[in-house]
């Protein structure tokens, strides 16, 4: 049975940090990319940051130089450190598990989301 459950979210200060945490269990871990989403009030699912198998990253403009994605393969975790955090920031935050064949996505996983407010 896969899980995939994030953590770490709350309520922060603009320009606090936090740092968010995915586990997941059920599936090779290690063969999918890692990505994390967030969708806010009214708006569309975003990207925001990625992690291939190969510990290659890409972010979204509005989080570059702020947020950094990692994983441990070792832990099935990803994680996303989130710092000089803005009100925009504000967001359920997703994490999501893809696992691609010649660029197709073969199987994916989606955990709950984690709330992040960015409020004084």
């Known amino acids: 049975q896969v899980h995939v459950v994030e953590s770490g979210g709350g309520l922060v200060q603009p320009g606090g940090s936090l740092r968010l945490s995915c586990a997941a269990s059920?599936?090779?871990?290690?063969?999918?990319?890692l990505n994390w989403y967030r969708q806010a009030p009214g708006k569309e699912r975003e990207l925001v940051a990625g992690?291939?198998?190969?510990?290659?990253?890409n972010y979204a403009d509005s989080v570059k130089g702020r947020f950094t994605i990692s994983r441990d393969n070792a832990k099935n975790t990803v994680y996303l450190q989130m710092n000089s955090l803005k009100p925009e920031d504000t967001a359920v935050y997703y994490c999501?598990?893809?696992?691609?064949?010649?660029?197709?996505?073969?199987?994916?996983?989606w955990g709950q989301g984690t709330l992040v407010t960015v409020s004084e």
């Open positions: 992690i291939t198998i190969f510990d290659s990253t």
């Open positions: 059920g599936f090779t871990f290690s063969s999918y990319t």
């Open positions: 999501n598990a893809r696992r691609l064949l010649y660029g197709l996505t073969q199987s994916e996983y």
